[in-house]
């Protein structure tokens, strides 16, 4: 059974930063496509960021140059870098995997940003 488990949440100050990490295990991570996806208080998920196991990447608009998705295929990990954060990239943050059309999710973690 695909388990994931995200950390590296939190609070942080507008303009700053913070680094999501997903571990994963129970499965052959580096068959899986692995995202970031996003879900704000009142709104859909939506995604952020995606890398494909060959280890292409795409981006929301909203994102572009500010955020960074990786992964390592020895660790079983995807990572987000997020830098310049704004009010609005407050959401709970989710880590996808996905093979074959099945998508499987972490539980998520917060991130606040605000003054």
């Known amino acids: 059974q695909v388990q994931l488990v995200e950390s590296g949440g939190g609070l942080v100050q507008p303009g700053g930063s913070l680094r999501l990490s997903c571990a994963a295990s129970?499965?052959?991570?580096?068959?899986?496509?692995m995202g970031w996806y996003r879900q704000a208080p009142g709104k859909e998920r939506e995604l952020v960021a995606a890398?494909?196991?060959?280890?292409?990447?795409n981006y929301a608009d909203s994102v572009k140059g500010r955020f960074t998705i990786s992964r390592d295929n020895a660790k079983n990990s995807v990572y987000l870098q997020m830098n310049s954060l704004k009010p609005e990239d407050t959401a709970v943050y989710y880590c996808s995997a996905e093979l074959g059309g099945r998508v499987t999710w972490g539980q998520g973690t917060q991130v606040t940003v605000s003054s």
């Open positions: 129970r499965f052959t991570f580096s068959l899986y496509n």
């Open positions: 890398i494909t196991r060959g280890g292409n990447t």
